[in-house]
């Protein structure tokens, strides 16, 4: 059974920093790109970040370059997401996904959730 846990989530002041781990099992992790998504209250869930399955590309949402840096350590089947200067706006559970494709059929599973505050 595949699992994506994540962890790190908390409260954090404006200008914090927090880093986020999803730790994956059940699954062989260096198949899959990872992503974070994000969703605040009364909003839709969004894509915050996203890593190709060897770590080799990256992407990001505009509101979260040059602040948030998504990484993997396919030895340890997980990734993580580095939040600096965290704005209120930043305030969110955030959500890892993982998505991979065998024989044109799709496997994509999504973790249960974190929840980051950003608050003074």
């Known amino acids: 059974q595949v699992q994506l846990v994540e962890s790190g989530g908390g409260l954090v002041q404006p200008g914090g920093s927090l880093r986020l781990s999803c730790a994956a099992s059940?699954?062989?992790?260096?198949?899959?790109?990872m992503s974070w998504y994000r969703q605040a209250p009364g909003k839709e869930r969004s894509l915050v970040a996203v890593i190709s399955s060897a770590g080799g590309s990256t992407n990001s949402a505009d509101s979260v370059k040059g602040r948030f840096t998504i990484s993997r350590d396919n030895a340890k089947n997980t990734v993580y997401l580095q939040m600096n200067s965290l704005k209120p706006e930043d305030t969110a559970v955030y959500y890892c996904y993982a998505w991979g494709s065998y024989y044109g059929k799709i496997y994509d599973y999504w973790g249960q959730g974190t929840q980051v505050t950003v608050s003074s």
């Open positions: 059940g699954l062989t992790f260096s198949d899959y790109t």
